[in-house]
């Protein structure tokens, strides 16, 4: 790996973030300086390319900085200098609305940026592939590149870049109305970044904190946050990225009658996208605009004025304006009486709903994929401790694989718990709802394939459960429900999934597991069901059987289909058998009641 030409080079670089206004001045004064050499005087026009592109106001100035350094770096066969003077062009694409072009450009940059750059630096390939992948519409993709960057940040101190990740992440999940997560990324890198100098970075972690808290109904605090904002504002430069603040401000003052200040900044957003129209400072603008008209009595203004903003999101392809616009002019085309004009928003507003929602399965599912590749960690790690002898270099790569497997294992269940959402589950159960079964069942089914190995589901029916419902009533039939669910939840793997599929009906998924394994894992459950004693009034319920039928791939399936298929053929002859009973698909191998 190259190493910078000069100490005091290395600490312009190391410093851009840290004091921009201090780095920028000292980066001119040492390009004043004859004795620079040309591979140091690359790294210093890198260095005012780089302040350009995240601090200045106009981020195309970067553009003759980073041509000159590519130039330099090209001399002095400098391909650390190359490969991140290459990632500030894809930086400047995605400013230009090319962010595809950024993408392309970006991962086929990657690979070499993890064989040649150190973590600090690896860092600005990887954040960038994460917004570009968010300037796509590819939220999932987004967050799984910041949580890349977000782990390489973590082997080394912390510096601006981290709060930067952060505060990505905060904005990726605000994109998917996840907003609780979003306020604590969000919340922790004002913390950091409270350590440094740099306002700019400040502002963007307020403004998402102050989106997100909007997100959650919290107005109070988004009130008191914003005015802390719009007066860091008042004494920075005007940069592209503050048209998102002024659209923020203007919702959250609009909503406390603060009509003046409201207005104030809806002109500063405009101003501001007159002035750069790349990015989405085109559509924070007009949903600025949409805020104030809707606070006017005239009709008309408001619905072409949301019209507006409507049409510049679904090009940008922006879901939390789509959602807010459409919403805000149904209700005002409903309070109007135009009732087919309020359903046409409405409609806009679910399917933008929809795609929200959607995506944080995907974020879900991602992190899913990541949980079974443990496995395969795990595997590495067996292996590293058979070698340990050789040689201290591997057992300190031993140590080292146990660390990140460790850490890697307590971030997982952190993200997991953080992600958990009402809408891939089922409330009454607490378990998993078929929705998310139809999410995670390909991928699941699609790795044993891959890995040749088992996969078996079962879907579980209760027998005679009407009669609880009839007897009892329909509250107590809940409360059986719910103990069931709780049951079912705590007597399989991890790695299992356990849905409900129906009414009192379940499914569960047993990745590695063969048909033997999953009869034992069906009569064990069948025993405890059994044993399970629920207080229902004046009375106890007990003695609780289901039928169930299993399909193991690839026994009774090529396709997931076609094993859910299969399981539902072997529960039907189960039920229509006798009931409390186990069978699989293509057998009639009975269980015997206890």
């Not at 048209?243 to 207005?263: L, P, S």
């Amino acid at each position: 790996m190259s190493e910078l030409p000069g100490h005091r080079i290395e600490r312009l670089w190391s410093s851009h973030l840290h004091n921009p206004s201090a780095a920028l001045r000292d980066a001119h004064l040492l390009l004043e300086d004859r004795t620079l050499a040309a591979d140091e005087r690359a790294w210093v026009e890198l260095t005012i390319a780089y302040h350009h592109l995240f601090n200045g106001t106009r981020p195309q100035e970067a553009k003759p900085w980073l041509e000159r350094a590519l130039t330099g770096f090209a001399a002095a066969s400098d391909v650390r200098g190359e490969i991140l003077g290459e990632t500030g062009r894809a930086r400047l694409l995605i400013v230009d609305q090319a962010a595809y072009e950024a993408r392309d450009k970006l991962l086929a940059l990657y690979p070499r940026a993890l064989v040649h750059l150190a973590p600090r630096d690896r860092f600005w390939v990887i954040n960038a592939l994460g917004a570009a992948y968010f300037f796509t519409d590819r939220t999932d993709e987004a967050i799984r590149y910041l949580y890349e960057a977000l782990e390489t940040l973590r082997s080394i101190d912390h510096s601006p870049q981290l709060p930067i990740v952060m505060s990505n992440l905060a904005a990726a999940l605000v994109t998917v109305a996840d907003y609780a997560p979003a306020c604590e990324l969000a919340q922790d890198a004002m913390g950091l970044l409270a350590h440094y100098e740099n306002p700019q970075l400040m502002l963007f972690a307020r403004s998402n904190l102050a989106e997100a808290l909007l997100g959650s109904g919290k107005t109070a605090d988004t009130l008191v946050l914003v005015d802390a904002m719009i007066d860091d504002l008042e004494h920075a430069h005007v940069a592209v990225m503050q048209n998102h603040y002024c659209a923020v401000a203007t919702e959250a003052y609009a909503q406390h009658g603060r009509i003046d200040a409201a207005k104030r900044c809806a002109s500063e957003a405009a101003r501001i996208h007159a002035a750069h129209p790349g990015g989405y400072n085109e559509v924070h603008a007009r949903w600025a605009e949409a805020v104030i008209a809707d606070l006017g009595a005239e009709h008309a203004a408001a619905m072409s004025a949301f019209d507006r903003a409507l049409a510049v999101a679904k090009r940008l392809d922006h879901l939390p304006t789509l959602c807010k616009a459409s919403e805000r002019a149904a209700k005002r085309a409903a309070a109007a009486r135009d009732f087919e004009g309020a359903y046409g928003y409405q409609q806009i507003a679910h399917e933008a709903l929809e795609r929200r929602l959607t995506s944080r399965a995907s974020v879900k599912y991602y992190l899913l994929k990541v949980q079974h590749e443990l496995q395969h960690a795990r595997s590495a790690r067996d292996r590293a401790e058979r070698q340990r002898q050789e040689s201290e270099a591997i057992n300190r790569q031993l140590e080292h694989l146990n660390a990140e497997l460790n850490r890697r294992v307590r971030e997982i269940q952190e993200l997991q718990s953080r992600l958990a959402s009402e809408a891939v589950r089922d409330p009454l159960t607490g378990l998993f709802n078929r929705r998310y079964l139809d999410v995670v069942l390909p991928g699941l089914f699609n790795a044993a394939q891959r890995r040749d190995a088992p996969l078996a589901i079962a879907l579980v029916d209760l027998d005679h459960f009407k009669r609880v419902n009839d007897q009892y009533g329909h509250p107590v039939g809940d409360e059986v429900l719910a103990a069931i669910g709780e049951l079912l939840g705590s007597s399989l793997r991890p790695s299992d999934l356990s849905c409900r599929y129906g009414g009192e009906e379940f499914c569960l998924v047993l990745p590695d597991t063969d048909g033997a394994g999953a009869r034992r894992a069906l009569e064990t459950l069948a025993d405890k069901l059994h044993e399970l004693v629920v207080d229902a009034d004046d009375a106890q319920l007990s003695g609780f059987t289901f039928s169930a039928g299993i399909a193991v791939y690839p026994m009774h399936g090529e396709t997931f289909g076609e094993l859910v298929s299969a399981a539902d053929r072997a529960l039907y002859l189960a039920k229509n058998s006798g009931r409390n009973r186990i069978l699989f698909a293509n057998s009639a191998r009975k269980r015997m009641a206890s």
